[in-house]
């Protein structure tokens, strides 16, 4: 969907929903118009749930992005990319689902690209930083990250809910990882000792000739 064309009605819909994360405790500031960047000196370091501050960022500039600070008191949440003809992470979604890494999130988003965020509760004893797995086309914002939230747009195209539930379990990333890129997956480094008798046998045969 597109965005709305009329400014100040999207500049409204905005600081309220900014306010109504902030009401959920979960700490929110702005970025550029249409973009993912900060509009913050400090970034997701500035994100707040205070009323007065978030009033003050969209009132001075209404066109802003609304961006949610992950990791607890916000929340951590899967990013399933979209890249078009470079792959997305459908099928990785559809492999962490069966497992049963993925059940009842908060949320669901629809992103500008076709993909989705999931929103999960974060459990602030056992915090998650950032993760990434390329070849999935999937990622994972936890503390120290940001994500872009509806209302906010890129391209000209919205974040949308698509559905939310009061309930929410907590998501571990690292299962996800374990999954998605097991260890015995990658090739093992040859062990020194192996390596030296490798040597020496080529050694050995270089004297025979």
């Known amino acids: 969907m597109t965005t709305s064309r009329d400014p100040e009605e999207q500049g409204a819909r905005t600081l309220q929903q900014a306010l109504g994360y902030a009401r959920h405790d979960w700490p929110v500031f702005p970025c550029i118009p249409g973009e993912k960047i900060p509009a913050t000196k400090h970034g997701f370091e500035d994100a707040t749930t205070d009323p007065q501050q978030i009033t003050r960022w969209w009132s001075a500039s209404p066109g802003r992005n609304l961006a949610i600070a992950t990791g607890a008191p916000g929340p951590d949440v899967i990013d399933v990319d979209n890249h078009g003809e470079r792959g997305n992470g459908f099928t990785a979604f559809n ?115």
């Open 95 to 209: 492999q962490i689902r069966h497992a049963g890494l993925a059940d009842h999130p908060l949320a669901v988003v629809r992103t500008p690209s076709g993909g989705i965020h999931l929103y999960f509760r974060a459990d602030p004893q056992r915090p998650q930083g950032n993760g990434s797995l390329p070849e999935h086309h999937i990622d994972f914002r936890g503390t120290g990250g940001y994500v872009l939230a509806p209302p906010s747009s890129v391209g000209g195209r919205r974040y949308e809910a698509v559905r939310h539930q009061p309930e929410a379990a907590t998501v571990d990333f690292s299962a996800i990882r374990g999954l998605l890129d097991p260890p015995e997956a990658h090739p093992k480094p040859a062990r020194l000792a192996d390596a030296q008798a490798d040597v020496e046998r080529l050694a050995a045969h270089v004297e025979r000739l």
